[in-house]
């Protein structure tokens, strides 16, 4: 085996004569001191490997460790699912809380008339809607259906922009619309479903 050569110019090499290296000694093991030695399954010889009465079962200290695992990955698991919006989805599917605060909320209060002292017969209808519930529930909007004096119906839809009612707390609303030319034999305020 050469060396590392250097260059003398000329494109001629010369060997380099010195070599470094580190040698470590490593000591014999003691005869008196044995390794350890880990447990060793049954030897199973032929088509015995196939029985389930003579399966090796792993030692109760390997498998100790498994429900705790399986444990922190499932709940792991289902923090990631709330957060990513499994609240939502859980809600969807268990709608009696919503319905519940739905019932809580009420029209109250509702007074509807007729003007004649314009050009044209108006239709004023007044009211309020209550929370009479123990949380906020979002308002719907207010349907109005007026039946004229010959059968006929007409359905209007009062808009609520999106708000939402704290427990106790009401919305006043007013509609003014421009009344049959039949006349008016009622008037009915429900919330939009």
Not at 4 to 26: C, K, M, Q, Y
Not at 106 to 130: C, F, H, Q, W, Y
Not at 132 to 156: E, Q
Request: overall charge positive; aromatic content about 6%; glycine content about 10%.
């Amino acid at each position: 085996m050469a060396g590392p050569t250097s260059s003398t110019g000329a494109g001629r090499f010369r060997p380099i004569d010195a070599l470094d290296a580190d040698f470590e000694s490593v000591p014999k093991p003691r005869p008196d001191i044995q390794p350890p030695r880990l447990p060793s399954a049954p030897a199973l010889s032929g088509m015995d490997m196939l029985c389930q009465e003579k399966a090796v079962s792993p030692s109760w200290q390997a498998r100790r460790g498994a429900p705790i695992f399986w444990s922190a990955g499932l709940g792991v698991i289902l923090v990631a699912f709330w957060v990513a919006g499994g609240h939502a989805f859980i809600r969807s599917l268990f709608p009696v809380a919503d319905a519940r605060a739905a019932n809580a909320l009420n029209l109250s209060v509702v007074t509807s008339r007729v003007d004649v002292s314009g050009e044209k017969p108006m239709l004023l209808i007044d009211g309020e809607a209550g929370n009479n519930g123990n949380r906020a529930a979002p308002l719907p909007p207010i349907d109005i259906s007026v039946k004229d004096n010959v059968g006929a119906t007409i359905r209007y839809k009062l808009g609520t922009a999106g708000r939402t009612l704290k427990p106790g707390e009401s919305f006043a609303f007013s509609s003014r619309l421009e009344a049959p030319r039949n006349g008016v034999e009622s008037v009915s305020v429900t919330f939009a479903e």
